[in-house]
């Protein structure tokens, strides 16, 4: 099987490529979330911001694997993880942080669709802010 990760030549992540800003990154990430949902892979790509001791901003590709895909992936997927334990507070922090790696990790559009779906799954539950 072909990891979905790589790039035509084999190298992974982007091969070298250049991006033109964070919407074409946001784009790549998306189509390689997608071809490694299709195959079944437990990862998900999302872009980070680092900070330049100068002030200046530095975007990152970030991959997550293992369990800090699966929580990600849970979300994106409906089945967001709630730790026991966790008071309501500590919970809802942890969810923001997924929600954040799952937007950076889609183009605008396909989020907002999944904005949509998850309002109207949760309209029947208490309210909770999703953006």
Same mark, same amino acid.
């Given at each position: 099987?072909?990891?979905?990760?790589?790039? #035509? !030549? &084999?190298?992974?992540?982007? #091969?070298?490529?250049?991006?033109?800003?964070? #919407?074409?990154?946001?784009?790549?990430?998306?189509?390689?979330?997608?071809? $490694?949902?299709?195959? &079944?892979?437990?990862?998900?790509?999302?872009?980070?911001?680092?900070?330049?001791? *100068?002030?200046?901003? +530095?975007?990152?590709?970030?991959? +997550?694997?293992?369990? *800090?895909?699966? !929580?990600?992936?849970?979300?994106?997927?409906?089945?967001? +993880?709630?730790?026991? #334990?966790?008071? !309501?507070?500590?919970?809802?922090?942890?969810?923001?942080?997924?929600?954040?790696? +799952?937007?950076?990790?889609?183009?605008?559009?396909?989020?907002? $669709?999944?904005? !949509?779906?998850?309002?109207?799954?949760?309209?029947?539950?208490?309210?909770?802010?999703?953006?």
């Amino acid at each position: 099987m072909t990891n979905p990760l790589k790039s #035509g !030549d &084999g190298t992974s992540f982007s #091969g070298g490529r250049y991006f033109t800003g964070e #919407g074409h990154m946001r784009s790549w990430c998306s189509e390689k979330n997608r071809e $490694a949902e299709k195959v &079944g892979w437990k990862r998900w790509l999302f872009i980070d911001t680092l900070k330049h001791d *100068d002030g200046s901003d +530095l975007l990152k590709i970030v991959e +997550l694997t293992g369990h *800090d895909a699966d !929580d990600v992936l849970g979300m994106r997927n409906g089945r967001p +993880l709630t730790p026991t #334990g966790w008071d !309501d507070s500590r919970v809802a922090g942890f969810h923001r942080a997924l929600r954040h790696k +799952l937007r950076r990790g889609m183009i605008e559009g396909e989020y907002q $669709a999944w904005i !949509d779906r998850e309002q109207a799954r949760s309209s029947k539950a208490p309210a909770r802010e999703l953006v």
